[in-house]
């Protein structure tokens, strides 16, 4: 399903509106500052890893959060427009599966390359790397992040991905805002949090699950719930969400408590 563009916004001093009404797949937290140059993007495709940042208080001053809706399309859409609006900073945020067995749900993946189901290859920024990196202050992984256009949703098409790609960890965006930012000039880096190992299996068509602008469907879920045969898999799934929120959640503590988007971190240059 396509994205579809957003209303602009009324004030002149916010950034987008969170979008509510038909048509609007991107949704903006009003954080801009004045002559609306925005610091820091979180592009994230759901609602659901927006809220780790969405939730903190105080916000960090310059964070604008943007839930794109799944897919590198939705991801990549959004992604330009943060940088048309004036980001300064992209990190593609939110959950990831695993395609190494050293990945547990709820390990932290800060990337140092995404590369994509066709074979192109970028580099997370190095500067903004490290700082993310001293921000978090525990145990994660840097190897190779893998970006493809739908989920795996088998162990086996997990196990071949890894193979083929020797990444260790695969989601839908990152490629496209690794190449929006690439595109625009403007510094780049992703942090995943892993939800489904390589082991896991997710349920039959649970892609249906989200809309087009990040929200859940909940009668394809409630759908799915009725479905005795998946009740396992979506019994290991909520637990593995539940492991990945609770680390996502403290991830985003951790940066805001370093406020990474400060005026003079933010005019560092790419690689600083």
Known sequence: MGCRSRPKPSHPLRGP????GPGESMSYDELARPGGTFKMAFVAALALECS????????????????SGPGPACAARGAAEAIAGGAQVLVSWGLAGGLSAALVPGAIVLPRRIVSQSGESWHADAGWHSRFESAIGTTHESGA??????ALESPAAKHAAAAATGAVAVDMES??????AASGGVP???????VDGVGDALPASSERWIDEHGHTRFAAAVSA???L???????????????????????ARALAARDLAAADAARLPAGS
């Open 145 to 150: 992040l893998l970006s493809v256009p739908a």
């Open 175 to 180: 490629a496209a805002v690794a190449a929006a």
């Open 17 to 20: 509106r969170r979008g509510r």
């Open 229 to 251: 045969r998946q009740w396992r898999v979506l019994l290991t799934l909520a637990k593995r969400y539940r492991a990945a929120r609770s680390t996502l959640d403290r991830v």
């Open 52 to 67: 780790s940042l969405r939730r903190l208080r105080p916000r960090p001053p310059g964070w604008l959060i943007l839930q």
């Open 188 to 194: 780049f880096l992703a942090l995943r949090v892993v």
């Open 225 to 227: 719930a009725v479905n």
